[in-house]
């Protein structure tokens, strides 16, 4: 999906646009100029705002050079002649939300929830958003049962709230509160504010655990219901297309479908640690056929922020995340649960790269999912934030040399060099060991030997993309 920005003609004259400025910088109002074009009276003309700069042609596939940033912008449209001819709070660009003027051409900026690219704006015009209402307690852990009051922000006393039970996210359809909620089982519980011009509020979203004692972490996830379970598209199921022999191919769960969700960490001692919009994947490979399955949870600007900020793992300083992995072990989900987690944790005092973890309880929707490990997830950004180094300059690959970031061009050309040259020669490993940490390759094999791993192919490697950049395992 792009963004667009849309110029409307709201005159009797057509306008020539050629060398008017738009730009979501105002120190740099002519960031992007138009080319010669014309707009006629009462007419539309899209912008798309998508990175690509494109003049276009006959009106038509005009992009900027920039893209909007979802958390909101100033857009300014400005004459040849410098001064500022309109400009635009856009507020959250979310999802399936477009912001503009009501009516065409007027004062003021609305929300739509009907976007009409280069057409009249339509649909009611929402002016802001609902505040969130108010929940008389806290989500988190009660010896017995309790009851749980919702109440509007003081703001707007004729906020009508909608809440739901089973994880779903409250629509203009989900139940209307009414009278306290007597919670006596362990429960999420999200709820929401409706003002007739307004959006709705964000979702305040609470998970009580009702006589739960543990001494682990605690990761509660809530999502919809029919993103897991809906046979046609739910992550969790086997779907119309899955092969009957295991591990099921085709299923749902093998698609890399992403779901939204709701992510709350409580650490051991009951207190709340991180509570964020994400985005929800089944990982792994053959074990996402086992009844217990592991996620990989994700931080993207559409969710609300492209990171996770907490500190997931205490033995380590870092505390940004572009993702984390739920991961169930593995094959050795149904057996011992800590053997993945024993062998690399034996491994801090080298110079490999390894997951840190953390064990965590999951529960979805409220209900109790087993016993999990919290795993940084190798990716670009768990090199990048380990190492110091620029996610956007590493080659990372996998298996045999599978592309996850980067490319395979110096890992092929240093293959290629040691199966055409005899490594008993000095120069020849000499070269190599400029190429690849050697020492890092040994310990990696080493570790592979004593673990006896058999899944061999299930390996990621990386380089920093520079002329000292040496590949690491």
Same mark, same amino acid.
């Given at each position: 999906l792009v963004d667009w920005i849309e110029i409307y003609n709201s005159g009797t004259t057509a306008i020539d646009l050629t060398g008017f400025g738009l730009s979501d910088q105002e120190e740099d109002p002519f960031r992007w100029e138009f080319p010669e074009i014309t707009i006629e009276p009462a007419s539309f003309l899209l912008v798309y705002a998508s990175g690509k700069d494109r003049s276009g042609n006959n009106n038509k596939n005009l992009h900027t050079n920039f893209k909007l940033n979802v958390s909101g912008e100033t857009v300014t449209l400005t004459a040849p002649t410098g001064g500022r001819v309109d400009a635009l709070v856009t507020g959250r660009l979310e999802e399936g939300l477009s912001a503009g003027r009501y009516p065409d051409g007027g004062e003021g900026r609305f929300f739509f929830t009907q976007p009409s690219p280069g057409k009249k704006n339509t649909g009611e015009p929402h002016s802001g958003k609902t505040p969130e209402p108010l929940f008389s307690m806290r989500g988190g852990f009660y010896d017995e049962s309790i009851v749980l009051t919702l109440a509007p922000n003081t703001q707007h006393q004729d906020t009508v709230i909608r809440y739901t039970l089973d994880g779903k996210e409250p629509t203009a359809t989900s139940a209307v509160y009414a009278a306290p909620l007597t919670i006596n089982k362990t429960t999420a519980v999200r709820a929401k504010g409706f003002v007739s011009g307004l959006l709705p509020s964000k979702p305040v979203n609470e998970t009580y655990f009702i006589d739960v004692d543990t001494e682990l972490t605690v990761v509660s996830i809530l999502m919809d219901p029919?993103?897991?379970?809906?046979?046609?598209?739910?992550?969790?199921?086997?779907?119309?297309?899955?092969?009957?022999? #295991? =591990?099921?191919?085709?299923?749902?769960?093998?698609? !890399?479908?992403?779901?939204?969700?709701?992510? @709350?960490?409580?650490?051991?001692?009951?207190?709340?640690?991180?509570?964020?919009d994400a985005g929800i994947r089944i990982a792994g490979q053959y074990s996402r056929a086992m009844p217990q399955k592991a996620f990989n949870i994700f931080a993207r600007d559409q969710y609300g922020s492209d990171v996770l900020e907490y500190p997931? #793992? =205490?033995?380590?300083?870092?505390?940004?995340?572009? !993702?984390?992995?739920?991961?169930?072990?593995? @094959?050795?989900g149904t057996m011992s649960k800590i053997r993945d987690t024993l062998m690399t944790s034996l491994l801090s005092d080298t110079d490999l790269d390894y997951q840190a973890y953390r064990p965590a309880i999951v529960y979805l929707n409220g209900q109790y999912?087993?016993?999990?490990?919290?795993?940084?997830?190798?990716?670009?950004?768990?090199?990048?934030?380990?190492?110091?180094?620029?996610?956007l300059k590493i080659d990372l690959l996998q298996g045999n040399k599978i592309v996850r970031a980067g490319d395979d061009k110096h890992y092929v050309a240093m293959r290629d060099f040691v199966a055409t040259h005899d490594m008993r020669q000095e120069e020849n490993y000499a070269y190599v060991q400029t190429q690849m940490d050697v020492e890092n390759?040994?310990?990696?094999?080493?570790?592979?030997?004593?673990?006896?791993?058999?899944?061999?192919?299930?390996?990621?490697?990386?380089?920093?993309?520079?002329?000292?950049?040496?590949?690491?395992?």
């Open positions: 029919e993103d897991l379970w809906n046979t046609r598209s739910g992550i969790y199921v086997l779907g119309y297309n899955a092969a009957k022999e #295991f =591990p099921h191919l085709g299923a749902n769960y093998w698609q !890399a479908w992403e779901k939204p969700i709701h992510l @709350q960490l409580f650490e051991a001692n009951g207190r709340l640690g991180i509570s964020a997931f #793992f =205490p033995e380590k300083t870092l505390t940004t995340q572009k !993702a984390i992995t739920l991961r169930q072990s593995g @094959q050795d999912w087993g016993l999990y490990n919290i795993r940084e997830r190798i990716n670009e950004h768990f090199i990048a934030y380990n190492h110091d180094v620029d996610p390759f040994i310990d990696y094999w080493v570790a592979q030997v004593y673990f006896a791993n058999t899944d061999t192919s299930n390996i990621r490697f990386w380089r920093e993309k520079s002329n000292e950049g040496k590949w690491r395992w």
